[in-house]
């Protein structure tokens, strides 16, 4: 038809979301369109007002179900201005009081960062003999032996707020007892981590330990890279975690309890059998690398069950 445009895929050319103006002059002025964030430079005053908007908005359980014919009827409206793919449209809700001078700010992570996330044991696979004996090289070649291993990253349950997993060791018998301990009661003057995952921010501890930390000076400084770039380039990140190495050259095993685990000598264990290797430690041998036997691993109930001290 004369004068009818047709642009890409029967779309009609509309003003850039940047640039456009009211149609109307019902519009509230040209400051309509300024979205804060979206096409308009954040100031404070616009972070300020958000944490207003925020704590004046309901739960969603407060809100009332979004009708189907709006749903259709808006995703008409953003295809008809080609917004979909970039914007949609959200439940309007809150969930806490936002505290004075403070605004909610979000991130996104590719990497575990927290106990929390990370899978159970039973759902990581296997760690390759390959990448074990790689890694023992990278180890040995960095003198990092003897002092830190490597573990296989794994939860059991779900830390609660304001706690970390704090262990410490006993000698009589030997064991390790590691339990979700209140933050504030943590001495951090005599706590190093424990074990760590790779994560955006390089390695981060989601295991403690109470005690001055070891001393890592005969390390080469080139370790922790080399060591994040083997992990990162294999896709290992979220199975391999690091480990400070416990000195005792018991063979330990690693019982579940309800939001605490405790290591054991397997001499001074009864009705418990061997689950799964879950700690590697390294050492030179006749001037290699060598990967030594098994020094933690989980225990198992002999019935079969993974959590000790339950009620059935």
Same mark, same amino acid.
């Given at each position: 038809m004369e004068g009818e445009y047709v642009g890409c895929q029967g779309r009609p050319p509309s003003p850039n979301l940047a640039t456009a103006k009211p149609r109307t002059p019902q519009?509230?002025?040209?400051?309509? %369109?300024?979205? #804060?964030?979206?096409?308009?430079?954040?100031?404070?005053?616009?972070?300020?007002?958000? @944490? $207003?908007?925020?704590?004046?908005?309901?739960?969603?359980? /407060?809100? #009332?179900?979004?009708?189907?014919?709006?749903?259709?009827?808006?995703a008409a409206l953003f295809v008809r201005n080609r917004a979909d793919g970039i914007l949609g449209i959200h439940l309007a809700h809150a969930h806490f009081a936002v505290p004075a001078n403070t605004a909610i700010l979000g991130a996104n992570y590719d990497k575990p960062y927290c106990y929390n996330v990370l899978p159970t044991d039973s759902q990581q696979p296997e760690i390759l003999q390959s990448h074990i004996n790689n890694l023992a090289a990278l180890f040995v070649r960095n003198r990092a032996d003897?002092? &830190?291993?490597?573990?296989?990253? +794994?939860?059991? %349950?779900?830390? #609660?707020? =304001?706690?970390?997993?704090?262990?410490?060791?006993?000698?009589?018998?030997? *064991? @390790?007892?590691?339990? !979700? !301990?209140?933050? /504030? !009661?943590?001495? &951090?003057? $005599?706590?190093?981590?424990h074990i760590f995952v790779l994560t955006d921010h390089g390695f981060h501890p989601y295991e403690y330990q109470t005690g001055?930390?070891?001393? &890592?000076?005969?390390? =080469?400084?080139? %370790?922790? #890279?080399?060591?994040?770039?083997?992990? $990162?380039?294999n896709n290992l990140s979220t199975l391999v975690g690091l480990q400070i190495i416990g000195q005792s050259p018991a063979h330990v095993f690693e019982l579940i309890l309800p939001l605490a685990t405790v290591m054991l000598d397997v001499l001074d264990? =009864?009705? *418990?059998?061997?689950?799964?290797?879950?700690?590697?430690?390294f050492e030179v041998e006749?001037?290699?690398? @060598?990967? *030594?036997?098994?020094?933690? !691993? +989980?225990?198992r109930n002999a019935n079969g069950h993974d959590i000790f001290n339950e009620v059935e």
């Open positions: 519009a509230r002025g040209a400051n309509s %369109f300024d979205v #804060p964030g979206l096409n308009k430079p954040l100031t404070v005053q616009d972070l300020e007002e958000s @944490r $207003n908007i925020y704590n004046v908005l309901p739960t969603d359980s /407060q809100q #009332p179900e979004i009708l189907q014919s709006h749903i259709n009827n808006l003897g002092i &830190l291993g490597i573990h296989l990253a +794994h939860a059991h %349950f779900a830390v #609660p707020a =304001n706690t970390a997993i704090l262990g410490a060791n006993y000698d009589k018998p030997y *064991c @390790r007892w590691a339990k !979700t !301990t209140a933050i /504030q !009661t943590i001495d &951090l003057s $005599n706590v190093h981590g001055p930390s070891p001393d &890592l000076s005969e390390v =080469n400084s080139t %370790f922790l #890279p080399e060591l994040a770039d083997y992990l $990162n380039t264990l =009864n009705g *418990c059998v061997p689950a799964r290797q879950t700690g590697w430690k006749n001037g290699e690398p @060598r990967v *030594c036997k098994s020094n933690e !691993t +989980h225990g």
